[in-house]
Structure formats: C-alpha cells, structure tokens
DNA sequence: GTCTATAAATGGATAGAC
DNA sequence: GTCTATCCATTTATAGAC
C-alpha cells in the first residue's frame, strides 16, 4: 500500500531473484529489473553498481534464506521424514513454484558465464544444504525410521539431486513429474514396503 | 588434416554442441562460432540463418545421437544393469566430460528464453529417453535382476534426475559428486545388499 | 535516490561483392 | 561459401543534474 517503499534494495534483490529463478543470471538484465519496478535503469546501479555485485547480494540473500528455513525444519517437532517434508514442500516447492527452479541450480547451469566472485558462494550454499539433508537422514536411520546403505551423504547426494531435478523437469513437463519422482524417493527411503 | 573441412556445416554443429553443453544455448554467439572456427558470422549466417534455426539443427543431433546410443546400449548381450551402465558411463559421462553437462538439462535450464521451435523437441527428446530407461528397469526387474516398487516409469524419473543432477553438480564440485551418486543409485537398485 | 543522457561493447541479422 | 560492411537493438556501465 506505501507509494515509497521502505526498502528499495530489499525490492531489487526480490525480483531479482524471481528472474534468476525463472530466467538464470545472464538471462536478465538491468533493463528487466528497471521496467518491471518502474524505476530507471541508472537507479539500480546505483543500488548495485556492477552486476556482479548484483550476483554476491543475491548469494547471500539465498545463503540467509537457507539457514532460516534449515533452522525452521530442524526445530520441527515431528519425525526426520516431516523435516524432510519441510524442505521439499516448504523449502524447495514453496520458494519454487510451477515456473521457478531452485535459484542454486540455476546458478550452476550458468557456472561458465557466473562472475568469479559467485562461485565460491555457490560451492559453499551447495556443501551446507548436502550436509543438512545429510544431518536429516543420519538422524532417520539412526532411529530405525528410515532405510538406506552407506554414506549419509551419498544418500543426501541422491536425494538433493532428484528434488532438484525434479523442479528443472517439472518447469517443462508439468508437476505430475515432481510429485512422481518425490513420491518414489520416499517409498525407497521408508523401506519399499510400499 | 584437410584445410577444407568436407562439411562445414557439421562442423558449425560440432561446436555449438560443445558450447550449449559448457555454456548454454543463450549464452553463446556466432561470434564464438566464428572465430572458433575461424570464418566470419556472416558465413555462420549463412548455413544457419537465424539462433533458432541453429537451435533446431542441434535438436536434431542430439535426437540422432540418443537414437544411436539407445540401439546400441539395447543390442548389448548383457545384463539389464550392463545396459543402464552402458547408458550413464557411454552416453551420458562419455559425451559430457568434466566440463560438460547433458545437453537437454542445458535447454531445460534456459527454457524460458528458448526459441519456440525449440520447445516440442525438448519435450519429445525427454520423453523419448524416459521411456528407454523405464524399458531397461522393467527389463530388469522382470528378471529378478534389479528391485524397485512401483511404476518402472516413477523409477527412471529418479534415475534420470539422478544422473543428470550428477553431471551439473560435479561440474562444480568434482567428478567424485558423479561417482558418488551412480554408486549410491545402482546400491539401491540391486536390492541394497551392499 | 532518482533522473536524463550517453558511452562503449556486444549480439543477431542482412546486403551485396567475390 | 565466404567475405566486408553495415544496421539495429540490447546490455552493462558512467557522468552529472535535480
């Protein structure tokens, strides 16, 4: 309802993240950010004066965004397969949407053409998620609610590479395909008795 | 060592191939073509006149290359297991390299700025390879050879994200992410007796 | 903080000579 | 088939007024 938003550069960094979620870093521009919020294109560089800068803002708004809901979903009070849920219906599918991708895979796709000041926070966001989800199915097999051979973090590999894939596809074979392939992860992680 | 390449045009295709695979469909130009291959763009314009009808070209290829390798891998004498290997190691990490990712995750990442003609092919091509890989898994299992419950389809979702999220991670971590994740797919798959 | 204006570079694309 | 030359739009980025 305010004309003047309290935060313009809180403003920016939303949408910017939405076009890096649907459309990859080098696939907006300056240009895109300016008509979208009515604002001139010389108003965001004075926001952010290059877009790398741009892109280390945005790393660390993905990085908060992480440990906020990482924290959320460990204090659950339910079993490890509910915090599990967590993250791929609260995290990942709620931040993601029917059109957005989760914005760390996007980033990866775009690694070739990323300016070197992202990589680092790409590599660091991508260790912390593998161990949280790693932490999460320690914890489930420890207390006999989840099955799975070898490492934790194998089986955290296997499960964070079909989430994410999982929204890439589903953006272009629809949702059935999302739903498909969570569906199926569980079943095996819960002991295939299914 | 012929200076006249029989086939410019094959080799324009090469490639892009190569370039959407490290960089992406966007994010590579007939300037890149050009001086790789040493011409001018006017003489890429002139076998490809617009982005979109290179776009289509390179659909192709990689249609004929999947055709290619899904006969060859159906043909193999060996078990169901030999065949999805022959798939992920021949197929996939063959073609793909350190630096490379599957070209269709690559189209599938830059969806939203694809050239329409582009679209229904990325569909088909998807498609086309789950419905190979789900004929492998029933295969399998049908012969006590591999378990998994339920739809053959759901199964060769998680394996296909599964591989495919592979190759993007690894690009930034390490082969050892790619080695991981096969490793920990095929445990679950063979009845996870390991 | 936002604007106008503009620079400098790049990308896709075309015309026409050889 | 390849070249030179050129066009037009877009993108990142800066200078300076308000």
Redesign the pocket.
Known sequence: MQTRPKN??QQILDLALELLQTHGFESF???DLSSKL??????I???F????DLGVALCEVIQDWHEREFTRARNLSGSAMDKLDAYVKGTLRYACGDKKICPLSSLQADIASLPEAMRPALKRMDDHELNFIAELLEQGRDNGELQFVGAARSQAILFVLTCKGALQYSRVHGSEVFDAAITQMKTVLLGESA
């Open positions: 313009r550069k521009s300056y240009q009515g604002i001139t294109k010389a108003s560089h004075h926001h004066p290059k877009k790398a």
